[in-house]
RNA sequence: AGGCGCUUAGCUCAGUCGGUAGAGCAUCACCUUCACACGGUGGGGGUCAUCGGUUCGAGUCCGAUAGCGCCUACCA
């Protein structure tokens, strides 16, 4: 039974437009990517890193997904209930920033339309545009289970939120407190460390006199903030500083401000080593100038505020005015007090915003935090100890150093768009928090409730996303039957902003590992290894590659180059896959019109029947088999798909489909023997289009629907596995020795200037009665593949034919008599020198004692032998 | 500053247990043969960054050096 939906013939181009996407609404019709619940199979789960909701599929995104896609069918078809749960995520800072944009162009802004209609706004946008998405991954053949589809901010995931920060801040481990967090001027919220992106920028350093108070000493100290000093309660030097150890504990006159300031001694801020040794001091605007404030008691004082503005405690000179402009403004007034003593260039980093590029702004601030400590130490254990492992390994290192040196987690964020912290105040400012909306205040029974309007950092509900988006808290038939998921994959980048923290949650709250497995993929870069950005026009847009080669041809061309760190990307290698595309989709339709696909359903291959070529054939793709296999569970699907492609195209294409012509012509053997290879022959496809099918869906299925399948796609065939009963060494000796004489002829002709047309007689020598009978047998295969008249076996062959030892075979090919040029004469000189060289160092290999009594016996025997065709070749060649 | 990684053909990269250096692309020559010119056949191209060590034997293991990249922390 062929399937109504499937056109009868393979059209005569690879055209992959043309089936796309009518394959993937076949597998929609059918449920195809919904596991069946009532499986008794072993489950198989994996979650998607949520892209965000508004987003455009960029080539991360292509990449991440079909590795993922990889895994997911790969296990289908191996026999799994098999679970790929897809979603979005809200992206907080990300999203509320493209539809400010949105509205600025309708000269709308965020703050005069207020929160409820902004957010509103919002949800409409996400409404018009969140599939987006999700109907680009269905163009990459993402097997997904759309049914599923999960969003950060769905009810049920907000719940969970909810739950956990409540349980959190009641086992004390989230708390608020005013503390300095990194600010942003620009998008008006604090961010949590990982946010801050470093930046090294050309700066400048300037040294600022600070007369000493009631003496004419003068303290210079160096910056590269001058701005920030309006905020200095203190200078600094190290106790042990001679230099200044009679100063410690005298005061200082903070210029232009003309404030005192103690002259204090910290260790730990000053090392007397840089600079002059001495140090402003400003708590409220710098990290380090923070803790050494805490440490000696200093005043904070506020002189920027959360605008980039300076504030009030500036000054009457400097209030109002942007960080920027105050800076030069200060510089001005320390010249012309003659206190500015030098500038030198100077290079530092700068902490910015990743997702505005605006300079960061240091600022004491009332926030939310986690404390991480309790929560790190079991994920550390967890990775430790082998619960989850982490590949490539590499990666630990990185985990376990970040891991053991972790601050506390900043959660809150003064946006709009998010999970609103679920803490509310009563009139007398006692904290409630809650999973539900107090009605008053269980301290002092106010029931002036107002709720906090902080939301969550857009990584908080991200954490939970393995056990959210299967209905934790509730104890779900999802939750029991797919968590934990069986591997995450991921980019590095977010190791920390989500593995990890997925890692301490999901342990936390569901007392087990939310993966087994981590695969850790690298970032697509151009073919030059840059970054890809708009701005340098290097982006490859996985949409548009996939309108000019097909989604399989950039699926298979993520899947050859995903390993390692960088993943250096050029549309040249799509097009590479796509030929291969061409090429499957040729052969198949060449195997298809000299096959009868009702052979499928008559009985199974005989293997003792088969001639050497068809037993020689299964072995190699035995051998591709159990490699594919390896090389998928090790995550290595770079080794998978070049193994499939040389596979495919050299061996099967290349050689068997070369090899059988004869027989699938009639120019060689009977009906029966036809028979034989055509049953092999549809094997092989059926074959191979099972071992491609997670690497290119969409072509596999559009031509395994062709073979006979029974009503059945091969989203749900079984996918192969090595049988060592298919492994056969002597045929895979025989016909690689058959080749290799076939390349030596094709190469002697080729050298010598024969056209295809002309014809040649081979003579092989042989040392047994088997092999002879072997050549003979196969004379027809060595005559149509190099274009031979006859082959004769063990027969004394004419002097003045071209002697050679091939596979350890000797033969002669004799040639119609041709002129002997030159470059003949040079290239057969080239190879006897070869060859004399390697055997001039086998030779001495050989004669080394120690080499003889230490390597191991098979080692020593494979060079003796090798040494023996050598000497052999080198006398043959050497008569011409 | 600390940590991690990389250096192999013109380009981009594989290289398992230490045992005759591989692929794709590019390049050159020949071939429009009845699945495919998105094709076939054959060829050329490498001091495996450098130096030293271990070993019978090193692209592979160890140490150092140089160059490049990334991460983390700090940078008055």
Known sequence: MRNPIMKEEL?????????????????????????????????????????????????????????IDIIIRWKRMSGFNTLWVPGTDHAGIATQMVVERELAKEGISRLELGREKFVAKVWEWKESHGDQIQEQLQRLGASADWTRSRFTLDEGLSRAVRHVFVRLYHDGLIYRDLALVNWCPQCLTAISDIEVEYRERNGKLWSIDYPVAGSDRILTVATTRPETMLGDTALAVHPDDERYKDLIGREAILPIANRRIPIIADPILVDPEFGTGVVKVTPAHDKSDYEAGLRNHLPQLQVIGEDGRMTAAAGADFVG?????????????????????ATKEYVNSVGVHGKCDTDIEPMISRQWFVKIEPLAKPAIEAVRNGTIEIIPDSWESTYFNWMENIHDWTISRQLWWGHRIPAYYCANEHVIVSESDPASCPECGSAEIRRETDVLDTWFSSALWPFSTMGWPDDTPDLRTFYPTSVLVTGFDILFFWVARMIMMGLRFTGRAPFKHVFLHGLVRDELGQKMSKTKGNVIDPLDVIDEFGADAVRFTLAVVSYGRDIPLAKSRMQGYSAFANKIWNASRFALMHVDTELADAKPIDYKELRTVERWILSRLNDATRSVNKALAAYRFDEAANTLYQFFWHELCDWYVEMVKPVLLGKHGDEAEANKVRRVLLEMLDRSLRLLHPFMPFITEEIWQKLGAGGGAVIHAKYPVADDSMDDADAERMIAATQAMITAIRNARAERGFTPKERFKLYIKTASDPEAAFFAEHTYLLADLARLDAVIVNATAPADAPHDVVAGYEIAIELPAKVVTKEQIERTQREIEKSRKELDGLEAKLGNEQFVRNAPASVVEQARARVAELRARIEKLGQQ
């Open 321 to 341: 005015l942007d960080r920027r402009e105050a800076r030069k403004s200060v510089l001005a007034k320390l010249e012309e007090a003659r206190l500015l003593r």
């Open 11 to 67: 059209a005569k181009r690879y055209d992959p437009n043309d089936f796309e996407k009518r394959i993937y609404d076949f597998w929609l019709s059918r449920g195809d990517f919904t596991p069946d619940p009532e499986s008794k199979e072993p489950s198989y789960s994996i979650v998607i890193p949520p892209p965000n909701v508004t987003g455009r599929l960029h080539i991360g995104h292509a990449l991440v997904n079909t590795l």
